[in-house]
């Protein structure tokens, strides 16, 4: 039950450390940060070259449990978790059936202290089946541990009962995660509307359909005084608004997907259906927005939008396939190879994007630092090590990457839960 993580360089923005130090971690905890520490009942853990950080959270994952086990499952997503180098996921509710009731809520929680590799945090709900139509019985869903509250996979399009889900989610001290597209906007498009769509052939999603719901969003946070999160911001407009709505004081906090910031609507011209993604790949000008937007604090959070699919749904024409693609195990590589590397984030700011952002959002206080009697979820990175992506070698039941094949720098090597090691050296150990 003792771990001693010893010569690593410790970075935690919410103590202020950054610097070559030990970790001592008794029953779950740690006890001391701080240099040369040393006992003789603990296992020791050489973190000499790594950076050493307060265990990662990806606070967007589609772990598809109940009923969609063929894609993922609550063991198989915590998995890629844990290889990816995160200590916890909230997981998104449109599953079959919906994450819409506490009876629900409480499975996702007894499933994953049975089969999960890392904490699993459940999302709800707004609407009934997610249909948009009925709330869900969103306190009873708060009392039963749901952290927060997200149609996500479809928007909501009615306002008012979005204002009413913001007002009840008020109530309970839960952020709402909104799904931003107007469904209208999108109009059948599958990849984004502009040069590159016109030159493969394929319908465009217009910006506008994004950009019109976060704004809209925004002006219901903004009367309703709730906590909006917007998902997988992939705009330079939706950026502008989020970045105009903090300056007005509005409780308004987003996130961005790796595939957001590392690649564009060119892509899809090999006509991958591992590209397609919602909102889709945008141009160079909406990559380089995103970028600012996480360098300046637009963007809160760096979250994976894990939505695992199989083979056989992804094998098809590019207007067939399925939305999504996997991401838990390349986020951070990622991060490191297209943000901290070029000089857009250094190591402390990706773990306020990756760490101490989404446990705030999330209302986990003893997650996000390394703090004296903090739980012992801590993530190593080594910052050198490169790594070929072998989307045959995840962790993850499905494979639609398209980034097999990448070189990533700046790798996770080791995921430690509440004291106990659970990926090490690259190699799971649960």
Known sequence: MTLLIKGGKVIDPVNGISKLADVLIEEGKIIAVAKNLSTNRSEVLDAAGKLVMPGLIDMHVHLREPGFEAKETIASGTKAAAMGGFTGVACMPNTNPVIDNQALVEFIKSRAVVEGAVNVYPIGAITKGSKGEELAEIGDMRLAGAVAISDDGRPLMNAQVMRLAMEYAKMFKMPVISHCEDLNLVAGGVMHEGYFSTVYGLKGINRLAEEAMVARDIMLAEITGAWLHIAHISTAGSVDLVRMAKKKGIRVTAEAAPHHFSLTDEIVGSFDTATKVNPPLRSEADVRAVKEGLRDGTIDVIATD????????????????????????????????????????????????????????????GKGHLGIGADADITLIDPERKEIVDVSKFASKAMNSPFNGWELTGIPVATIIRGQIVMNNRKLLV
Do not use: C, W
Request: net charge negative.
């Open 306 to 365: 894990h939505a695992p699919h199989t083979v056989e749904e992804k094998d098809v024409e590019y207007n067939y396939a399925p939305f999504g693609i996997v991401g838990l195990e390349t986020a951070v590589g990622l991060a490191f190879t297209e943000l901290v590397r070029p000089g857009v984030l250094n190591p402390g700011e990706l773990v306020m994007k990756m760490s101490v952002n989404p446990a705030r959002i999330l209302g986990q206080e």
